[in-house]
């Protein structure tokens, strides 16, 4: 099969074609960095069916980011049929800059010029007949979001693909260009492929060249003493640079045609004054991402209940019936944000569900272990996290309208200078912003920085952005701290717990950066794509597949999962079931590790039921979700054996807690300990992926030994607090001095011993 | 035991036994258990690539 | 002579000469940061740094520092 590959500048409108050509739906983000990894695809309207490749998003050849380094390998080594340069028709420059040195490879290649709808929406105009005829290249007029042009295109590229194209540069006016001339020669002579292409990249002294071709260096070297251009120098690199540039300004740039000279403020100028204004900037960030929060947890909307002190159902003296039930999804005291009256309607859902599951099999007359297997096991479980999901769903949406829009590079731009006093970049923001969607695009997404320490150490901090899986967790278990406290609504602290999570990542970056991680935060030159509006399309998809995603996981996994923790905590060493829970396989397992545990408040301290924080904790290593599907679980069975603690309506939470003894600041310990502790394995492997090669199990241990510290931290203080005497307060305060003398030493000596610039 | 009750039984293991054996076959073939929807996972890295990642120097 | 540093908004140069280190050099000659280009102070962050500036026909982000290796003559303020 033929195999086209799609290369341009991040931002091109690539993926967009991706996915119209191959009718799959990868995930379109705005800023720049997104799509760090080649997809594949089929094309299925050719004469024949052609594999695409979407390579990476880069500026230029030169071995500089990784994206750059896979890109050119791909076209070099993998030698594709055909070369798609996707060129972005408002930013003709810049992208073109891509193409000249494309062209110096030895492939057939069509360009694909997109964007054209802005184009004409501006009033626009370019002659692309012209810039073909002065590339050599065939340029077909596309506009990938309209869909336009795309069948023209693939059929120049299958037509383009089957004849040879030798490279070509644009460099033949360069005072250099006999040098490079010599140097292709002598390549040619070794045989070597594409000899254009590595001959001008060995005399811009391109790391990877000089490495595989060291004798021909010794020829670029000599002509190298002989040369001398005043402004340049010897930098052959920043010469060829500016070379190209002044060629596409001389010769393709008039091509284009401007309406309006000048800057114009058009819609995303406007909208991007108020969003990144001076002042606002900031504070509208951190509104945005309250009221992200706020309709996704708040179970009082905008306040309006204890502004207006609203009656309750109960009040309101309505009687019990489906009709009420469903009302009180969305109002009881309170208005409910749309997260949580998903959420309840979800919940509504699945136990009347699961309400007709167990009578109909009653009545069918099964036995009643089987009817503990489906009803506490599998029901129990998964309802804990099937209610969950549409929640999940309404926290991504929000995070991929923000990402779809454009606006996170912009709060990059406003944060970078906060974020490097802490020693990161501000390009580090996308990544944890992406993390508490789902950690492991978000670990991917880490190699957009360059220096590799500042990668390792964004890396590492990314768990402590809870991510979607994390979310029941930290609900549930607020929602019952909040229940003991007296307080009204668990989502302060849920916030409270996201908050938490981010200051940790805060003070482990600080602590890296000081210690292990030295070393220069990663430059900051950046494009800032427009702002636009997400489609409305592209967002129903990607929601619609990470819903089917987490239903899949919730139906597979999750459900083995709970049948199995059903199995070892009914079942005891002989292989025979046990009425008393404490006896089975998974009490003595948990028992087993959970003196562990006592620093955190959930170990010995508990009663003989104990056991089930460890092990919820410890299920969360297949998939967060886990730990309530287990909660789920356990906490049925513990209600089934021991009525008396089956408290009407309580959640499975609250069950655990009259269950175990388990106390309010060992709860809040336990939602840290989950929320910092090693992320599920599917993230594990991506974070080992990411990390080079021997490093890893430095980043096992340090989420390890994070997590179990300070939620260590968190019970003690939170305790002695809660006793509010003398003697705590002093004791915080203790530590927070000897913390800081700590810090400030450790930087006085890193001051005063700077390590030296890595790449 | 009930008719209802083998099937019970029986589907129960059958589900257990069947995810750990995939999770198996996908372990050993490369692919992790993220769902690995990579269309929309824009970026999960670990999916066909890893065994030409391993041939080829990275970095 | 004005480094793009000290650019006030909505100031105008041409670029002159970009100097720096060298990954700094090479990621703003990629980006299109070279001698004869227009470039135009779009924004400065809250804090003055980073700043955004238009050049080649798009928006362009960048530190302080890194701005302070290009050098610039104006053309009209």
Known sequence: MKRFALAGNPNCGKTTLFNCLTGSTAHVGNWPGVTVDKREGTYKKCAEPISIIDLPGIYSLSPYTPEEVISRNYILDEKPDCVINIVDATNLERNLYLTTQIMEMDVPMVIALNMMDMVEKQGDKIDEKELERRL?????????????????????????????????????????????????????????????????????????????????????????????????????EALVADARYKYISKNYSPLMTKKEKGVKLSKSDKADKVLTN????????????????????????????????????????????????????????????????????????????????????????????ALSLIGDGILGGLGGVLSFVPQIIVLLL???????????????????????????????????????????????????????????????????????????????????????????????????MYVVGMAV?????????????????????????????????????????????????????????TILVWFLSNFNWSWAMTGDINDSILASLGQFVQPLFTPLGFGSQLNAQGWVFVVAAVTGLIAKEEVIATFGTLAAIFATAAPEIAVEGATDVMTMVLGTGI?????????????????????????????????????????????????????????????????????????????VVAVLLIRNYNKKHPVKGVK | MQLIDIIIAVACSLIVLSVVVIAIINKMKGKTSCGCDCANCSGCKSCKNKTSKQNTANK | MKKLSDFSIGETGVIVKVDGEPRIKRRLFDMGVTPGAEVYMRKKAPLGDPIEVTIRGYELTLRKAEAECVDTKEIKA
Request: charged letters at 15%.
């Open chain 1, 136 to 236: 050599g290249i065939p340029v077909v007029k596309i506009s990938a979001l309209k869909g336009t042009g795309l069948t023209e295109l693939m059929e120049k590229a299958f037509e383009t693909s089957s004849k040879e194209r030798k490279g070509k540069t644009v460099l033949e006016g360069c005072e250099i260009y006999h040098l490079i001339s010599d140097v292709r020669i002598a390549l040619d002579g070794q045989n070597v492929a594409n000899p254009l292409f590595h001959a001008i990249k060995l005399v811009e002294n391109d790391e990877i060249e000089v490495q595989m071709h060291s004798t021909t260096i010794k020829m670029v070297d000599e002509f190298k003493q002989s040369f001398n251009n005043e402004l340049f120098g010897t930098d052959f």
């Open chain 1, 278 to 369: 001076k002042w606002a900037g900031i504070p509208i960030f951190i509104v945005i991402l309250f009221a992200i929060f706020h309709l996704t947890f708040s179970e009082d909307l905008f306040y309006l209940g204890s502004i207006f002190s609203l009656p309750t159902l109960e009040d309101l003296g309505v009687a019990e019936n489906f009709g009420t039930a469903l009302l009180a999804c969305f109002y009881d005291g309170a208005i409910f944000s749309p997260g949580v009256i998903l959420f309840n309607l979800m919940d509504l859902i699945t136990s009347t569900v699961f309400g007709w599951i167990t009578a109909g099999l009653e009545s069918l007359g099964a036995a009643e272990w």
């Open chain 1, 398 to 496: 929000f995070l991929s309208i923000l990402e779809d829009t454009g606006y996170m590079a912009r709060v990059a731009f406003i944060l970078d200078r906060i974020f490097r006093r802490f020693g990161v970049s501000g390009r580090a923001f996308i990544p944890m912003i992406m993390g508490f969607g789902c950690s492991i695009p978000a670990m991917v997404n880490t190699r957009t920085l360059a220096d590799e320490r500042e990668r390792t150490l964004t890396l590492r901090t990314i768990p402590f952005f809870s991510c979607g899986a994390k979310l029941p967790i930290l609900t549930a278990v607020a929602g019952a701290v909040a229940h003991i406290l007296g307080a009204g609504d668990g989502s302060i602290i849920s916030f409270l």
């Open chain 1, 505 to 561: 990542a805060i003070v482990s970056i600080i602590l890296m950066r000081s210690t292990t991680q030295r070393g220069e935060v990663s430059p900051f030159i950046m494009e800032l794509p427009a702002y636009h509006a997400p489609s409305f399309k592209g967002l129903m998809i990607h929601l619609w597949d990470k819903t089917k995603h987490y239903v899949k996981k919730v139906f597979t996994i999750i459900l083995a999962s």
């Open chain 1, 663 to 739: 106390t309010w600041p060992a709860l809040i310990a336990f939602i840290i300990f989950n929320m910092t502790t090693i992320p599920c394995f599917a993230a594990v492997a991506a974070a080992k992926g990411e990390t080079p090669k021997g490093k890893f199990k430095w980043t096992l241990l340090f989420w390890v030994a994070t997590s179990y510290i300070v939620s260590a931290i968190s019970y003690t203080a939170i305790t002695m607090f809660a006793s509010w005497s003398l003697w705590s307060i002093l004791a915080t305060l203790g530590i927070i001095i000897v913390s």
